[in-house]
């Protein structure tokens, strides 16, 4: 038992030693690659005149010839040419002949005067010209025979009564009527009895059958 325990201590000693000498050999290994590479670091030194701008090359300057003086070319001389006289032809009268001239003849037409249409008026103006002259006379026959009525005088009737008298182209009175009465029944009837007096009688004849408004007026003094 105690040989054991010997054979054992000294297996663990030599295990030790062995494992101390192994650790301290691969100490020795890194700390030689250390100071191998803190030997093996260049420094370089650089400065900063190696890197100044370059001088720039001397221009180049390029000599600029002047063109060449133009040519004036000499005019041409131009020579007079001679002056060749003009003969003067004679001239040949040729004999006048005697040729008589003989005047045109004139004829004027005789143009006959245009006779102007004769103008021949409406109806209407007929009928207009007819009562401007004859209104007066036809009005004077009708109230030469006017009477005023005694009642209407009495009653104080006034007023104007509008007769229509239409007239033939023979002066023949071909009817009569009041057109636009008075107010008074009395009145109306007068002014239609002064026409029917005188309705068989010649009226003035007119160029058409007219139609004359005679306004009769009745007034108390």
Do not use: C
């Not at 005149?49 to 720039?56: I, L, M, R, V, Y």
């Not at 006379?137 to 009477?147: A, G, H």
């Not at 509008?162 to 182209?169: A, R």
């Amino acid at each position: 038992m105690a040989t054991k325990r010997l054979t054992q201590k000294s297996y663990l000693v030599s295990f030790m030693i062995h494992s101390i000498v192994f650790f301290g050999y691969l100490w020795f290994l890194n700390t030689k690659t250390d100071i191998q590479k803190a030997s093996d670091t260049v420094y370089l030194e650089m400065s900063l005149s190696q890197f100044a701008e370059p001088t720039p090359p001397p221009p180049i300057v390029q000599e600029v010839t002047p063109p060449p003086p133009p040519v004036v070319k000499p005019k041409p001389i131009i020579k007079d040419k001679p002056i060749i006289p003009i003969e003067k032809k004679e001239e040949i009268q040729k004999p006048v002949e005697n040729t008589v001239i003989s005047e045109p003849v004139v004829t004027q037409e005789v143009t006959k005067p245009v006779k102007q249409a004769e103008v021949v008026p409406t109806p209407a103006q007929q009928q207009q010209a007819f009562v401007q002259t004859n209104f007066t006379i036809i009005r004077d026959m009708v109230l030469k025979n006017l009477v005023y009525p005694s009642m209407a005088k009495r009653m104080g009737h006034t007023g104007v009564v509008e007769l229509t008298l239409v007239i033939d182209t023979n002066g023949k009175l071909l009817k009569y009527f009041v057109s636009n009465g008075s107010e008074s029944k009395l009145l109306d009837k007068a002014a239609l009895e002064s026409v029917a007096k005188v309705a068989s009688a010649e009226f003035p004849k007119p160029q058409t059958t007219s139609t004359i408004v005679l306004p009769v007026s009745f007034r108390l003094n």
